[in-house]
């Protein structure tokens, strides 16, 4: 893999609070997905990529080179930063045709990169309304416009799908997919497992500052499996549910809560868990009236992955 980014041993701290610790990776070409909840440091692993923090310890190169104060490579790099960080009394065209203006583009240059980027996020039609008033889908699609309105190399997008609806991620998606088949080095952070499962295979699972796993989502898939699932059933006949299940080898603990109406079930396998549970809730004597998992989120994985 012929690399476009590296870093060795990179290390972030805020006096004594660790924001990113020891982190050696080399990363080419496609797409990469950081994965990992809130505060895990995934923000300032890119501050730190894109120059905008200074290592406490360790390196960083982008393209052979340090990305520290380095202008000429910050011109081949996209950044969608997770905070909006918008001009709210301008216009999405405004805010868009004046950062293209840092990048010394004649005028004619600007106005044509600046509606293709908005017509690729289809904001074309809402050039000229205020940034104010954009909603937080709109919003997060002017950022990704202008991360890539200068034709980057590399880019790198922290929870670009954060606030959209199901219809705007998948465009997203989408988008982001191209940019990696097009052969450019896209970064994704996220805290939701199935967006950077539709995203790509590579990803990295960061912790507390720190990598605790990489490689492709089957070997993720793997870890995070081993997690038991809590499962949470809503049901008239409780009861008789749970009697369904006691027993099975895959099922490790059953209680009830709510008087008796919620029934959650501890479970090492839950494809097998929910194919039973399918059949059974088929059967409109079931009483089943609703499924959630209340741990079916990465701090939940991770604490168990580190033996918290």
């Given at each position: 893999?012929?690399?476009?980014?590296?870093?060795?041993?990179?290390?972030?701290?805020?006096?004594?609070?660790?924001?990113?610790?020891?982190?050696?990776?080399?990363?080419?070409?496609?797409?990469?997905?950081?994965?990992?909840?809130?505060?895990?440091?995934?923000?300032?692993?890119?501050?730190?990529?894109?120059?905008?923090?200074?290592?406490?310890?360790?390196?960083?190169?982008?393209?052979?080179?340090?990305?520290?104060?380095?202008?000429?490579?910050?011109?081949?790099?996209?950044?969608?930063?997770?905070?909006?960080?918008?001009?709210?009394?301008?216009?999405?065209?405004?805010?868009?045709?004046?950062?293209?203006?840092?990048?010394?583009?004649?005028?004619?240059?600007?106005?044509?990169?600046?509606?293709?980027?908005?017509?690729?996020?289809?904001?074309?039609?809402?050039?000229?309304?205020?940034?104010?008033?954009?909603?937080?889908?709109?919003?997060?699609?002017?950022?990704?416009?202008?991360?890539?309105?200068?034709?980057?190399?590399?880019?790198?997008?922290?929870?670009?799908?954060?606030?959209?609806?199901?219809?705007?991620?998948?465009?997203?998606?989408?988008?982001?997919?191209?940019?990696?088949?097009?052969?450019?080095?896209?970064?994704?952070?996220?805290?939701?497992?199935?967006?950077?499962?539709?995203?790509?295979?590579?990803?990295?699972?960061?912790?507390?500052?720190?990598?605790?796993?990489?490689?492709?989502?089957?070997?993720?898939?793997?870890?995070?499996?081993?997690?038991?699932?809590?499962?949470?059933?809503?049901?008239?006949?409780?009861?008789?549910?749970?009697?369904?299940?006691?027993?099975?080898?895959?099922?490790?603990?059953?209680?009830?809560?709510?008087?008796?109406?919620?029934?959650?079930?501890?479970?090492?396998?839950?494809?097998?868990?929910f194919e039973r549970l399918t059949r059974y809730a088929a059967d409109?004597?079931?009483?089943?009236?609703?499924?959630?998992?209340?741990?079916?989120?990465?701090?939940?994985?991770?604490?168990?992955?580190?033996?918290?």
């Open positions: 893999m012929s690399a476009v980014i590296e870093t060795s041993k990179l290390s972030k701290w805020y006096g004594n609070v660790l924001g990113l610790s020891d982190v050696t990776l080399t990363i080419g070409p496609g797409i990469l997905g950081l994965l990992g909840p809130n505060g895990a440091g995934k923000s300032t692993f890119f501050k730190l990529l894109t120059g905008q923090l200074k290592p406490s310890i360790g390196t960083v190169t982008v393209f052979g080179a340090p990305i520290r104060n380095n202008q000429r490579t910050f011109r081949r790099i996209g950044l969608c930063p997770e905070q909006d960080a918008l001009y709210e009394e301008l216009t999405g065209w405004e805010f868009l045709t004046n950062l293209l203006r840092l990048y010394g583009y004649g005028r004619a240059e600007i106005e044509a990169r600046a509606e293709r980027a908005l017509e690729t996020v289809e904001l074309l039609e809402d050039r000229d309304r205020i940034v104010r008033g954009y909603s937080r889908g709109m919003r997060q699609r002017l950022k990704f416009a202008q991360a890539v309105a200068h034709d980057p190399e590399v880019v790198i997008l922290d929870e670009p799908l954060s606030g959209l609806d199901p219809l705007g991620k998948r465009k997203l998606i989408r988008l982001i997919k191209d940019f990696g088949r097009e052969g450019r080095t896209v970064l994704v952070s996220s805290h939701v497992l199935p967006e950077i499962e539709a995203l790509t295979a590579n990803i990295v699972l960061v912790h507390q500052g720190k990598i605790l796993a990489s490689g492709d989502i089957h070997y993720i898939r793997d870890l995070i499996d081993t997690h038991p699932h809590i499962v949470a059933v809503r049901s008239s006949a409780a009861r008789t549910l749970a009697g369904h299940f006691v027993g099975e080898p895959y099922v490790h603990k059953v209680r009830f809560e709510n008087g008796g109406e919620l029934v959650l079930f501890e479970t090492s396998n839950r494809d097998r868990f409109t004597a079931s009483g089943v009236e609703e499924i959630t998992s209340p741990d079916d989120n990465l701090q939940a994985v991770f604490d168990y992955l580190v033996g918290a």
